[in-house]
């Protein structure tokens, strides 16, 4: 019985840690420093360039199929898309999966209205990210205004509020 209640234990932590973002490297680059520029493409092969999208609000999201926390903020980054889009902003999900395969075997039952590209992990390393789902907000200038990691119930009323005060 104590085998029982130690694997239970064990299953709880497990899942709490992975909830509040699955791990993945060190520290993020801080707000108010120049977003990486990058390009990479998108599950069709056409290339998409961070700093050709300078003039816009960009809402980047490092995700993978396999976290539970990403798939939980689909649904909020399909909200924002729909909110903001019409407005000039640009929400990119950049999926962080070991293959494109992956990404379009879940697309067949999950909808992204957003742009989704695949990054062999270069991209992920220039942002340091250190764990997913996590959210940069970019600014008309490039500059990183503010990130999120993991994922929250609110998450939708803070990422309205910021893209709103960088559209001013």
């Known amino acids: ?86 407005e000039g902003v640009k929400v990119m999900g950049v999926s962080i999966d070991d293959g494109s395969k992956d990404i379009r075997d879940f697309l067949k039952t999950h909808q992204i209205l957003y742009k989704v590209l695949w990054d062999n992990k270069n991209i992920a390393d220039a942002y340091n990210v250190q764990s997913i789902p996590n959210v940069f907000v970019i600014d008309k200038n490039g500059v990183i205004r503010d990130h999120h990691l993991g994922f929250s119930a609110d998450e939708f009323d803070e990422l309205s509020g910021e893209i709103q005060g960088l559209l001013k």
């Open 1 to 86: 019985m104590k085998v029982f209640f130690r694997l239970i234990g064990m299953a709880v932590l497990a899942a709490a840690v992975c909830l509040s973002g699955c791990q993945r490297k060190a520290a993020s680059p801080g707000v108010g420093a120049s977003a990486p520029d990058f390009t990479l493409n998108d599950l069709n092969g056409s290339p998409h360039t961070l700093s050709a999208l300078r003039g816009k609000v960009v809402v980047l999201d490092f995700w993978a199929t396999w976290c539970p926390p990403c798939r939980a903020s689909i649904p909020v980054l399909n909200r924002i898309y729909q909110r903001f889009h019409g």
